[in-house]
């Protein structure tokens, strides 16, 4: 194809392929307008609810008893949760990576359905294999272990919902990388953990903090499957969204707008992050 | 099953497929399969009364015309806003672009009780509509905001890459063959970018279907009018219902699995189009 810019004078060109100021303005208008009604607004009510009585107020309603309890759940299940799915996104990513093996695909899109499954039917699926009424219930009744309705319930549920996301990050982030670095440093004599630790581990390292921030925000603010399986009692299997919802249909709305405050701030680092890590990202492209 | 194909130098394949396969198969296929087992052992006649009752069908029919409006929502204004971040320069333009993602950071009981003070009758938004008599919360309108919330930045964030690599060229020659700007956005532009706009349409479409928590407060829960399957099955689990919940489940279950590859089909077509990158 010849240059067809050459031909033609650069304003009309400009002309030709943008779109008038009054169209270009109006567009975003248009778009600002919707963003702001669905993100802003909901944004600005949750923080405007939960500080409009005073920082006095906020403070009592996120150390009150129950509120902490929930606080201190939520952060133990983070403790298991999140470790574990980090392990498993990094295995997962060095086999699927590193190597060729059959049924790769299989795999690689297994992973993506905890995404497809609803909340809801995820708590189900648990209630049932390990309820009273369900598969390992009356095994686990004689050995008095209790699941469902009780902490190992959650944590389970959460793990699950949870669990693609840092293999989601690392497997594009590592397949772009391919095995070459670490091909040189194993036929250099470095044994495998000392190549992994500190040759791939650095380059996948921003991956690899953003798989884990959203994974910790997810297990953070996971509700329908805990809803489920958690059969809150207060105090002990609340998380802070349980709690919240406890004390919303309680009327208790400035408390309730005081802990989801919380999970508001968790949700803008977690959105900074995500930026800060995207920027690296471009100019890492562009020095490359 | 697995077996390397290619030799290389590089260790740990046993141990990292051995442990993902062992973690995917104990935390995931094996309950999934539980539900589905524990499924068949109903009679095709429960079964069949237990997913087909009229509050139930009443749920999958808004559960899903509310899906479809709000992801048909995003569709149009998702595809403008990645327009406008993608071409458009304007002052916060970073922060606007970063906020898109709010709907997946901020959990969903958060979402759900601010959606529900925005839109009652008392709420900064919802007190100048009752002046027109239209009430949002409480009402199937509700549900569409919800799920139109949930479903935001999928569309957004699988059109934004496609337009930014769209080459400028193809725009130019059209231009320059006399096609008016409109011509050009509509036969040039529109094409290239319909197989990412489908995906981030059923993307958006297949997690407001199973969506909860963001639409239980503002539906306000009315039986045959306001209630989204989810909630049934949450309802029949906390009855201790197990076996209709399961069977509403395995319901949800096939209808999420059938979106995941309509989706995974679109993501094909949207590789081959774009050259095989991405």
């Known amino acids: ?288 | 099953m697995a077996t390397v194909v290619s030799r290389t130098v590089i260790p740990g394949f046993g141990l990292t497929l051995g442990f993902s396969v062992f973690y995917l198969s104990l935390l995931f296929l094996l309950p999934v399969a539980g539900l589905l087992i524990f499924t068949l052992q109903m009679s095709w006649a429960d079964f069949w009364r237990a997913i087909s009752h009229p509050q139930v069908v009443a749920s999958y029919k808004l559960s899903f015309l509310a899906s479809f409006a709000g992801a048909t929502i995003n569709a149009v204004f998702g595809s403008l806003t990645a327009w406008v971040l993608v071409r458009y320069r304007f002052p916060g333009k970073k922060v606007v672009d970063a906020l898109v993602d709010l709907p997946f950071a901020l959990p969903t009981a958060v979402a759900g009780i601010a959606l529900v003070t925005l839109y009652s009758t008392t709420g900064w938004v919802g007190q100048y509509l009752q002046l027109w008599d239209i009430r949002i919360a409480y009402s199937e309108i509700g549900v569409i905001i919800a799920l139109t919330y949930i479903g935001l930045p999928f569309v957004v964030r699988t059109v934004q890459p496609v337009l930014a690599d769209f080459e400028k060229e193809l725009e130019e020659a059209s231009a320059s063959l006399g096609a008016s700007r409109w011509t050009t956005v509509r036969r040039v532009i529109f094409p290239a970018l319909l197989p990412a706009l489908l995906t981030g349409y059923a993307l958006a479409f297949a997690r407001a279907l199973g969506e909860y928590g963001s639409v239980i407060f503002i539906s306000g829960n009315l039986p045959y009018r306001t209630e989204i399957t989810p909630l049934l099955i949450v309802a029949k689990a906390e009855q201790y219902d197990y076996q209709g919940a399961a069977a509403i489940g395995v319901v949800m279950l096939v209808a999420a699995f059938l979106l995941l590859l309509l989706i995974n089909g679109l993501q094909w077509w949207t590789n081959k189009r774009n050259g095989g990158a991405a």
Not at chain 1, 204 to 233: D, H
Not at chain 1, 263 to 286: C, M, N, P, Q
């Open chain 1, 1 to 288: 194809m010849t240059d067809v810019s050459a031909a033609i004078p650069a304003k009309t060109l400009l002309k030709a392929t943008s779109e008038p100021r009054w169209v270009r303005y109006s567009l975003i208008s248009i778009v600002l307008l919707f963003l702001s009604l669905f993100l802003l607004l909901p944004l600005s009510v949750v923080l405007y609810g939960a500080f409009e009585a005073g920082l006095k107020v906020w403070w009592q309603a996120v150390t009150e008893p129950d509120a902490v309890a929930a606080i201190k759940l939520t952060l133990f299940v983070l403790v298991i949760v999140v470790p574990l799915n980090a392990i498993f996104g990094v295995a997962i990513a060095w086999a699927v990576a590193k190597f060729e093996f059959r049924g790769k695909t299989l795999l690689v899109s297994i992973i993506d359905m905890p995404f497809a499954i609803s909340p809801v039917v995820v708590g189900l699926i648990f209630v049932i294999f390990f309820g009273s009424h369900g598969w390992l219930g009356p095994w686990l009744q004689q050995h008095d272990i209790k699941i469902i309705f009780a902490v190992p319930g959650i944590v389970i549920v959460i793990l699950f919902g949870t669990l693609p996301f840092v293999a989601r990050e690392l497997i594009p982030l590592m397949q772009q990388q391919g095995k070459d670095e670490e091909e040189a440093s194993l036929t250099l004599g470095a044994s495998g953990w000392k190549t992994f630790w500190y040759v791939t581990l650095p380059n996948i390292k921003w991956g690899l903090i953003y798989g884990v921030v959203l994974c910790n925000a997810r297990a953070m603010g996971e509700f329908g499957a805990v809803a489920v399986v958690s059969g809150r009692i207060r105090g002990e299997t609340n998380t802070m969204p349980l709690h919240i919802e406890v004390l919303y249909n309680e009327y208790m709305f400035t408390a309730a707008f005081a802990v989801s405050s919380l999970l508001t701030g968790l949700a803008l680092v977690t959105i900074v992050i995500k930026s800060y890590v995207e920027y690296k990202d471009e100019r890492k492209h562009k020095t490359a």
